[in-house]
């Protein structure tokens, strides 16, 4: 930006960014409600996932050996966790907060080398980050009918449940080993030929692998949309099963185990895994795209490190590396708010999107927009290079 404008030196922009005293906030509510007008609606999708930032040395705030999604290992790095707002593969992202290793919430002197505020130096895991940014986004009014998430956040029952308690409808990755129990299975009193009479009810039958479920299930050859090669379609099995997530409690001689949680769709395709608290009547048709909407996140992700500069920011501090990635998620709203414009402005309201969501349960205000396929628009570099 300092080279093409010349209306100010780099030292300056990175002053601005790094270490000026200006408050963030205002820009931080208008780009909910920008990405709401843009995407938002009773069809799109908020999408929970996390992106790393590869760093070297140990100085800059919250780097530590931890997995790096962008490297595929563990390795050295700052990770973000992430929140999209996406409609018709077309992604605005919402949300981008940092996650600190307790490694650094363990250690009151860095904290106060890097800036960090007081309210956020207690530990706190990716979901729970998750969970704060999805209360964010619905208090500031944005609409989506469903949440998704990578297994990181999928294996996680308090994240499942807090969803669920949130009346949200949702959709995750799993491990294949997630245990489930079959969707009849009762709770009964066990019988015991001596001793005193159990107090507390067990399954009627164990917890099984989510992956052991589905072995006998059917698979069905399903297409969830179009795609620039045509239709994309694979092949699913799905079961109707209860989690295995509720409360621990000793069943006979296999120990703690736990109890029968929620009813929902288990899914298998491709070798991956997923749970859905979708209605009961949804096709299948409408699992697979919810399943299958996450991709998109990666795609925003991508955009934003190679031709927004998000992995870009030189500094060590909390504010300036925050500020940073406002910075360029605004820069990228700016760009889909162009792309949009350039592909229609949004005049068409495209079926599918609406067809493979239509069983999620709308959350914010139920008026809907109509938006536009990313079909015939232009990519972000086209778009300004």
Not at 262 to 283: C, F, I, M, Q, T
């Given at each position: ?56 040395g ?49 250690d ?34 944005v ?41 009849d ?37 399903v ?39 929620e ?29 299958k ?62 067809t ?30």
């Amino acid at each position: 930006m300092a080279e093409r404008t010349g209306a100010a030196s780099y030292d300056q922009l990175h002053h601005f960014i790094a270490s000026s005293t200006w408050d963030p906030a205002p820009l931080e509510a208008a780009l909910p409600s920008e990405a709401d007008r843009q995407v938002g609606g009773t069809d799109a999708w908020l999408i929970i996932d996390d992106t790393a930032l590869p760093k070297k040395g140990n100085h800059s705030v919250g780097v530590a050996p931890q997995y790096a999604s962008a490297l595929g290992k563990r390795a050295n790095c700052q990770t973000l966790v992430s929140v999209t707002l996406a409609s018709n593969e077309v992604p605005v992202m919402v949300g981008l907060r940092f996650f600190l290793p307790e490694s650094w919430t363990s250690d009151f002197a860095r904290l106060d080398r890097a800036g960090v505020p007081d309210d956020v130096r207690d530990y706190r895991t990716k979901p729970e980050i998750a969970l704060a940014e999805i209360d964010r986004v619905s208090a500031a009014g944005v609409r989506f009918g469903c949440v998704l998430a990578d297994a990181g956040y999928g294996l996680s029952a308090p994240f499942r449940q807090a969803l669920s308690a949130r009346g949200l409808t949702w959709a995750v990755r799993i491990p294949f080993k997630q245990k489930v129990y079959p969707a009849d299975v009762e709770m009964i009193f066990p019988v015991v030929k001596r001793g005193r009479p159990r107090q507390r009810h067990i399954p009627d039958t164990k917890s099984i692998t989510a992956q052991a479920m589905l072995e006998t299930a059917k698979c069905r050859m399903v297409s969830w949309r179009r795609g620039t090669k045509g239709a994309l379609s694979a092949r699913f099995a799905t079961v109707r099963v209860r989690i295995a997530d509720g409360p621990p409690q000793r069943i006979r001689d296999m120990g703690a185990q736990h109890l029968p949680g929620e009813d929902v769709w288990v899914v298998g395709g491709e070798r991956k895994y997923y749970l859905s608290n979708l209605p009961a009547e949804a096709s299948l048709k409408q699992l697979a795209g919810a399943i299958k909407a996450r991709w998109i996140c990666e795609q925003a992700h991508q955009q934003l490190k190679e031709e927004l500069g998000l992995d870009h920011f030189e500094g060590p501090s909390w504010a300036g590396l925050h500020r940073h990635a406002l910075m360029t998620m605004i820069a990228y709203a700016f760009l889909q708010t162009r792309r949009l414009k350039q592909a229609g402005g949004g005049k068409k309201n495209l079926r599918s999107s609406a067809t493979t969501n239509a069983a999620c349960r709308p959350h914010g205000n139920p008026e809907n927009h109509s938006k536009t396929s990313t079909g015939n628009m232009p990519s972000l570099r086209e778009m300004y290079l």
